[in-house]
Nanobody, 124 residues
Framework: QVHLAESGGGLVQAGGSLRLSCAVS????????MGWFRQAPGKEREFVAA????????SYADSVKGRFTISGDNAWNTVYLQMNNLKPEDTAIYYC?????????????????WGQGTQVTVSS
């Protein structure tokens, strides 16, 4: 069982930055991908970013490319999402998730373990 716990959310003005953290514990040795997703009120949960273990390959949603960066070491102790130049449309609950497959996916249903989420609110 893998346990994920997000932190670092909050209220920020447009143009500001936040860094989200995802603390990973438990049997994470067989988790090949870590991802960040977000869900705004009344909307579906959507992919934000993902990182593959060991080779460091990353993938981003077009809406955050160039503004957000996912990072984390190979031990998967903590995974981060650095968010710069935040916009009001980035307001959502942000979740980290772990996937055991070696194939990267942007689909929420493909991820095996989830954190409880952290709220990010960007004011205009």
């Amino acid at each position: 069982q893998v346990h994920l716990a997000e932190s670092g959310g909050g209220l920020v003005q447009a143009g500001g930055s936040l860094r989200l953290s995802c603390a990973v514990s438990g049997r994470a040795f067989n988790m090949y991908h870590m991802g960040w997703f977000r869900q705004a009120p009344g909307k579906e949960r959507e992919f934000v970013a993902a990182k593959r273990r060991y080779n460091g390959y990353t993938s981003y949603a077009d809406s955050v490319k160039g503004r957000f960066t996912i990072s984390g070491d190979n031990a998967w102790n903590t995974v981060y999402l650095q968010m710069n130049n935040l916009k009001p449309e980035d307001t959502a609950i942000y979740y980290c998730a772990a996937r055991s497959s070696e194939v990267l996916s942007t689909e929420p249903t493909a991820y095996d373990n989830w954190g409880q989420g952290t709220q990010v609110t960007v004011s205009s």
